[in-house]
């Protein structure tokens, strides 16, 4: 399954008309069924994909935000070692391994 710039962008109206189909083609085809693209004036603001498919992208999307809070925090300026934070609040990191 791709999404291709020949991936029709449905009115929002439309699609709604068209979930009970998708839901069908998600049943019968899985990963490989192709995902209804909506949005206001034909412009895509939206789509929808099967359950699978979205469980699988998950953990990559969660990585992505991870990634992004790293580059943020490390973009801040100074950071502080953990040791550093452990020894200000009284704990042996060597107690925790």
């Known amino acids: 399954m791709s999404i291709s710039p020949l991936t029709p962008v449905l009115p929002s109206g439309e699609a709604r008309t068209a979930l009970p189909e998708a839901l069908r083609r998600f049943r019968v085809e899985g990963l490989a069924a192709e995902p209804i693209v909506f949005g206001a004036h034909r412009k895509p603001e939206a789509v ?32 502080v070692p953990l040791a550093d934070v452990a020894a200000a609040v009284g704990l042996d990191p060597v107690d925790y391994v």
């Open 48 to 79: 929808v994909i099967p359950f699978e498919l979205y469980a699988r992208l998950l953990p990559v999307i969660e990585d992505l935000e991870i990634a992004q809070l790293v580059r943020e925090r490390a973009a801040a300026g100074v950071s």
